[in-house]
């Protein structure tokens, strides 16, 4: 199968400072950012699942624009142990980006006279990001029977973004002839803040048509 997504950021216009007029010049600039996407999926066999996905990316700050492609690959697999499955992903895989053209820059003014030199902007990689996680039906992993109208699920996923910690997040649903109930408690592993756990829950009203 195939899938089309666009993705547009759009913000209102910003006032333009300098250190010589911190209040303001009165210019204004604008800034956004776009994101289209085509990607593919495909169920190779009962147990085996593949999807890519090739990325446009634009971002626009006043008179500067940075444009890249980047590529996501993912895949699921349905093991042989109970109801275990399992699913990796790569995301934002791709070469780095900069803005066209250049900029004044005034921290090197103190070093030349009190002029501003004309620098190009530096190249940023992507935020490529790994992730792998497991899940499972709750009734054959733990070996409980919750009955015919109460089904549960087991989650876990370890995430590996280069520009941000490492995190393990663990997640339960229970769904219920017509309720769901999730929660997740994920964790940093270098932890250098306090993890929150989140919950929610839902109903699943039947519809009659006519």
């Known amino acids: 199968s195939f899938g089309l997504n666009i993705g547009v950021l759009h913000m209102d216009d910003l006032l333009v400072r300098t ?55 993912g895949l699921q697999y349905q093991t042989d142990f109970r109801s275990l499955r399992l699913g990796m992903v790569i995301q934002n895989f791709g070469a780095d980006t900069n803005f066209d053209g250049g900029f004044l820059d005034y921290r090197t003014a103190s070093t030349t006279g009190g002029q501003p030199r004309r620098q190009d902007f530096d190249s940023a990689p992507l935020p490529i990001t790994f992730k792998t996680g497991v899940m499972a039906d709750l009734e054959s992993m733990v070996g409980v029977d919750l009955g015919e109208s109460l089904k549960g699920n087991l989650a876990a996923q370890f995430e590996h973004p280069a520009d941000n910690q490492e995190r393990l997040n663990g997640g339960l649903e229970l769904t219920g002839s017509i309720w769901k109930r999730r929660g997740t408690s994920p964790s940093t592993i270098l932890r250098t803040r306090k993890p929150s756990n989140s919950s929610g829950n839902c109903l699943n009203l039947p519809t009659q048509t006519r």
């Open 19 to 73: 250190p010589s007029r911190p209040e303001g010049t009165g210019e204004l600039i604008t800034a956004s950012d776009i994101a289209v996407g085509l990607s593919y999926s495909r169920q190779v066999s009962n147990r085996f699942t593949f999807g890519v996905q090739a990325r446009y990316i634009r971002e626009e700050l006043a008179n500067f624009v940075s444009s890249g492609v980047s590529f996501d690959a």
